[in-house]
């Protein structure tokens, strides 16, 4: 069993929709980070967590560390949010990754 | 700022050359990382630096060598390619358990 998993493994949506991508994990962490990488290969870090809520645009990440799991959330979704988005956690100072949510939105 | 950068963007060998993909970063950072992705899996830590003049093995070492050559650069040697080493390369940089940044990767093709 992988020690961050993450689902759903790929999602698809119309333009406008509300988006959710779960991440729950298994290890002891120091905190939590949510990237973001483009058809084209590079990977950016969109936030980190190790309590509570963040909020950058339109993406909301949330952690609730008892029961160990995060969700990212996109609020009305669009084309240019197609991308893979991947959770990774701190763990004795390096990241462990899950295998990555694929979403493409649709016009 | 360039951030983290990588050279080549791309590489095609064959099995038993050997290569040495090249990391460089200008935030500052100690600690350095080199990562490979495949298909259907997460990213995987090859190897890492905590800061200059040290390096630790990571989940899959095995065939990699590396060098922290000062504070911005950290290479990653292949000594002898093989076809299971056929991936997608990613180096990163951040200070201790902070973000991390990423190159914008290397794709190396072993025949």
């Known amino acids: 069993k992988n020690e961050v998993e993450q689902s759903p493994q790929n999602l698809t949506a119309q333009e406008g929709e509300f988006i959710t991508i779960n991440c729950s994990y298994s290890?002891?962490?120091?905190?939590l980070h949510w990237l973001q990488q483009h058809p084209g290969g590079g990977i950016v870090s969109l936030f980190m967590l190790s309590s509570g809520k963040k909020k950058h645009g339109r993406l909301i990440a949330t952690i609730n560390i008892q029961e160990k799991h995060s969700s990212l959330h996109i609020t009305a979704s669009h084309p240019r949010d197609s991308a893979v988005y991947i959770c990774a956690v701190y763990n004795t100072d390096k990241l462990i990754f899950g295998t990555g949510t694929r979403l493409q939105v649709f016009p | 700022n360039a951030g983290v950068t990588q050279t080549p963007k791309f590489q095609v060998l064959k099995t038993g050359q050997s290569m040495t993909l090249q990391c460089a970063q200008d935030?500052?950072?100690?600690?350095m990382y080199w990562y490979r992705q495949d298909p259907g899996m997460g990213l995987r830590l090859i190897y890492y630096?905590?800061?200059?003049?040290?390096?630790d093995k990571g989940e899959v070492p095995n065939g990699y060598n590396v060098s922290r050559l000062n504070k911005r650069e950290f290479s990653l040697r292949l000594e002898s390619a093989a076809p299971s080493q056929t991936s997608v390369y990613f180096c990163a940089s951040s200070v201790r358990d902070l973000t991390q940044y990423f190159g914008p990767g290397t794709r190396l093709t072993v025949l």
């Open positions: 290890v002891g962490i120091s905190a």
């Open positions: 935030m500052n950072h100690n600690s």
């Open positions: 630096s905590a800061s200059e003049g040290t390096t």
